[in-house]
């Protein structure tokens, strides 16, 4: 068989839901109670090549990614919540520009060697996927996350189940990589 060609599959076990932890550098408690994420869909622009009897479908050269969604539980103490809440508050800054202030303060980018005017406004994570026996098995690796946006939080006095409150945010960035666990392109 030539070597360009893919072998047989060898592995088959399937991929569990469930098999997952999930990594935010800038929100460690959004992280940590993390139920829920996605790897998001990726779409390649299409460009139309003219032709006397029918517009041809070539590749295009513009990639679109979707946006990474993540369910939380939300603790009694609202910090996860607020962190989120928070660095939307300091993107948009409603009240004052002191808010933008105070994000770039706290912002997670103490590895760069460089350091330019916003570089603290965006935060990597990674997805961990882990295999059917929970071992990490490869990373999702996101750029420059920021926040867009995070769901309501409804009180209602007439639910007889307590059922704990979880939080949808949905998160714009960059690219994402998917890489194995040396850090090494798939």
């Known amino acids: 068989m030539p070597k360009d060609r893919p072998s047989q599959i060898k592995n088959r076990n399937f991929l569990a839901p469930v098999g997952f932890q999930f990594n935010l550098q800038r929100s460690p408690g959004t992280a940590y109670f993390c139920n829920q994420a996605n790897i998001p869909d990726i779409t390649l622009g299409v460009t139309e090549q003219p032709s006397y009897l029918r517009q041809i479908p070539t590749p295009g050269d513009m990639m679109d990614f979707g946006d990474l969604n993540i369910r939380f539980l939300v603790d009694e103490d609202l910090t996860n919540f607020?962190?989120?809440?928070?660095?939307?508050?300091?993107?948009?800054?409603p009240e004052s520009v002191q808010e933008f202030r105070d994000l770039t303060k706290t912002g997670a980018r103490p590895e760069k060697s460089y350091k330019s005017e916003g570089d603290d406004i965006y935060s990597d994570g990674t997805l961990q996927i882990l295999s059917s026996n929970m071992v990490a098995k490869f990373n999702v690796n996101f750029?420059?996350?920021?926040?867009?946006?995070?769901?309501?939080?409804?009180f209602d006095a007439t639910d007889t189940d307590i059922e704990y409150f979880t939080a949808d945010a949905n998160f714009k960035y960059t690219s994402y990589n998917i890489t194995n666990l040396r850090n090494e392109s798939l």
């Open 82 to 93: 607020m962190e989120i809440q928070k660095w939307m508050r300091g993107l948009g800054y």
């Open 143 to 154: 750029k420059d996350l920021f926040p867009v946006s995070l769901t309501t939080l409804t």
